[in-house]
């Protein structure tokens, strides 16, 4: 089925460990965007890119870093866990027309903790 | 600064009541606008969106919400509440942050239960 599919969808990290979150979408979408889901905060949003080679900075930046080498995946990945980071992430992606986005599409979720 | 706000982060109503979930933002330009719904332990769900038609839009389920630009408002109803309605509600709003680049962002949430 086309959409948006995150791997894993559930993580344990030790303090310190890395790791890379994936993110793949089959629907040709320029536009790609990670948010973190904590209670009480909504989503807000990590990194986003509006194509191969193009990201820039979100909301909450820091302690994460993303690429994208190709339109279908934009991984995040997470230098040095801390458990600030423990959350539930989401990837989404969209196309744009005219640099509006429309038909945001969201991964399920990875469950991650920082432990 | 460009924001969305959700009043009320818990709102409880009984099956068959009419419900009313409630977004504002904050912009000198109307974004397009979203109302999503996440039940537990899932990601989000598209319910409807704001795309400068329509000021009244239908949605899933049974859901609308209304666009008031004098209100900067895009609150979400549905006339009678079911069951299968809880979940948690989130409104977002697609900003302009500059040339052509834009940012979905959304409010805090409203966790919706609804009453036997």
């Known amino acids: 089925n086309a959409g948006v599919t995150q791997t894993p969808k559930f993580q344990v990290l030790k303090t310190g460990q890395s790791m890379t979150l994936q993110c793949a979408q089959d629907?040709?979408?320029?536009?790609m965007s990670w948010y973190r889901q904590d209670p009480g905060m909504g989503l807000r949003l990590i990194h986003y890119s509006v194509g191969a080679g193009i990201t820039d900075q979100g909301e909450v930046p820091n302690g994460y870093n993303v690429s994208r080498s190709t339109t279908e995946d934009f991984p995040l990945r997470l230098l040095s866990a801390a458990p600030s980071q423990t959350s539930v992430y989401f990837c989404?992606?969209?196309?744009?027309?005219?640099?509006?986005?429309?038909?945001?599409?969201f991964g399920s979720g990875t469950r991650l903790t920082v432990v | 600064a460009q924001s969305v706000t959700q009043l009320g982060s818990h709102v409880s109503v009984s099956e068959g009541a009419l419900v009313l979930l409630r977004c504002n933002y904050s912009s000198s330009v109307p974004p397009y606008l979203f109302w999503y719904v996440q039940y537990p332990n899932q990601g989000l769900q598209l319910l409807l969106k704001y795309t400068s038609a329509a000021t009244l839009v239908k949605g899933i389920n049974g859901f609308e919400a209304e666009f008031k630009k004098s209100e900067t408002s895009f609150h979400l109803t549905k006339p009678s509440a079911h069951m299968s309605d809880a979940a948690e509600y989130f409104c977002a709003a697609l900003f302009n942050s500059g040339g052509s680049n834009y940012k979905l962002t959304f409010g805090k949430g409203t966790l919706l239960t609804v009453n036997p």
């Open positions: 629907m040709n979408h320029e536009y």
């Open positions: 989404a992606s969209s196309y744009s027309i005219g640099g509006l986005l429309y038909g945001y599409t």
